[in-house]
């Protein structure tokens, strides 16, 4: 049934829940989404966002495979982020629209010609374009998050969001551990082959999700000209999106850099070591799964203030103690942990402005992310080459701390 934007705008939260339809098989006794259903969610969105993060263990490799410097090839994360951006402001709000199935396939068609082209690239500016691409395509996660939200049973949208948000972390720690063991073994090439396999998977498992309510009748031009007007709207949206941006700046920071720190003259680390970092992150993914419930009790602000205190800790000292690696591995376990709740803190508290915008509202904050965090990987890859690993690990921590006083703030 296709709801008005105007009839929605007027319903509140719950009543807006009580008009989802979709097809019994697809959802659980109750009409809502069942426990399986959110878990291949979670599983989609790391396997998808994984295709923008494969690349920070690869850039020597990289480098090497097209004959650029290390400070070139360390732009290709900010270059794929850039698309991701592109992606959340462009394609997350006609979820609104198009609805989730057709969305969906739209984006698995993008992402396999993607994978393809940067699988058989032999020159940097092919590479670069397919990584434009395929960050463009790889908001599924995106899409994903408002639609659960809209289709979560009451009271357990903070839970089902921190199931997708600890997907989509962890995917981010496999691709990291992932690409880096098996650029050792079979070659970079190999990393992107796979990722191509995995899409086809997780689109065939998602084939049978329901679809969230329709937003309304809005055309796509009018729905992208009332993001600006929705942004000024919502103090409680700039407010998580800002301080979420920024603890995400610095956490980019940090796993570009460190990448060319460890296996640089410092630590003379092998490409699979330095992506075995990474696995760090499993202990943030499982914070994230923790603090659900509290975020259902209405927690977002003390988590958010928290999360970005940690991150602020975990910089500073990787930055004086970055010679040893037990503070390096102690540091980026702290920041990832930080940087998980940080997100799912937010952005659950983001998702709740406004019911009947959700994509819309996902897409201001995610594109707000994803931007900052493109910024702050360019930034780490700059500052690492002419100030150094200090210098960069501070500028993280400020960054970092910026973020706690913008989530402290009224």
């Known amino acids: 049934m296709t709801i008005t934007s105007t009839r929605l705008q007027s319903l509140p939260p719950a009543e807006g829940r009580q008009h989802v339809q979709a097809s019994p098989p697809a959802m659980s006794e109750e009409g809502h989404l069942s426990s399986r259903q959110v878990t291949w969610m979670s599983v989609a969105a790391g396997v998808t966002v994984a295709n923008v993060y494969f690349l920070q263990p690869l850039l ?3 480098a090497a495979s097209f004959g650029v410097s ?6 290709l994360p900010m270059i794929t982020m850039v698309g991701y951006a592109l992606g959340l402001l462009a394609v997350v709000p006609v979820l609104e629209l198009t609805g989730l199935r057709r969305l969906m396939r739209w984006l698995t ?19 670069a374009a397919a990584s434009v691409l395929l960050g463009a395509t790889s908001v599924l996660a995106q899409v994903l998050m408002p639609a659960a939200a809209a289709l979560s049973a009451p009271g357990t949208t903070g839970r089902t969001t921190a199931r997708i ?48 309510p329709a937003a309304g009748r809005m055309s796509y031009r009018s729905l992208l ?30 796993w570009t850099s460190v990448t060319l720190y460890v296996t640089g003259p410092a630590h003379h680390w092998s490409t ?32 958010a203030v928290g999360a970005a205190a940690v991150m602020v800790l975990a910089l500073t000292v990787t930055g004086f103690g970055g010679s040893s690696a037990i503070a ?25 402005q406004r019911p009947e915008a959700r994509a819309r509202l996902n897409t201001l904050y995610m594109t707000a992310y994803f931007a900052a965090g493109s910024a702050g990987s360019a930034a780490g890859a700059l ?17 970092a701390a910026l973020g706690a006083l913008r989530a402290l703030s009224r």
């Open 272 to 303: 699979a070591a330095a992506g075995l970092l990474g696995l760090v992150g499993v202990v943030g993914t499982g914070t994230v799964l923790v603090v659900g419930r509290h975020l259902d009790r209405g927690w977002y602000r003390p988590l």
């Open 225 to 254: 000209a009332s993001l600006v007007p929705l942004l000024r709207s919502e103090k409680g949206l700039r407010r998580a999106a800002t301080a979420a941006a920024l603890g995400f700046a610095a956490f980019n920071v940090f």
């Open 60 to 62: 020597r490799p990289l």
């Open 165 to 212: 948000t600890a997907g989509l972390f962890g995917g981010i720690v496999g691709a990291r551990v992932l690409a880096g063991a098996m650029a050792d073994v079979m070659g970079w090439r190999s990393v992107y082959l796979l990722a191509l396999a995995l899409t086809v998977v997780v689109h065939w498992a998602l084939r049978g999700l329901p679809e969230p």
């Open 383 to 399: 500052l690492f080459a002419h100030a150094g690993w200090t210098v960069t690990s501070l500028v993280a921590s400020a960054l």
């Open 109 to 127: 068609v993008g992402r396999l010609v993607a994978l393809l082209l940067a699988a058989t690239a032999l020159d940097y500016g092919v590479f």
């Open 70 to 75: 290390g400070s070139r090839a360390g732009l």
């Open 328 to 352: 390096l591995i102690g540091g980026a376990l702290l920041l990832d942990s930080g940087a998980r709740v940080s997100n799912v803190a937010n952005q659950t508290q983001a998702l709740r």
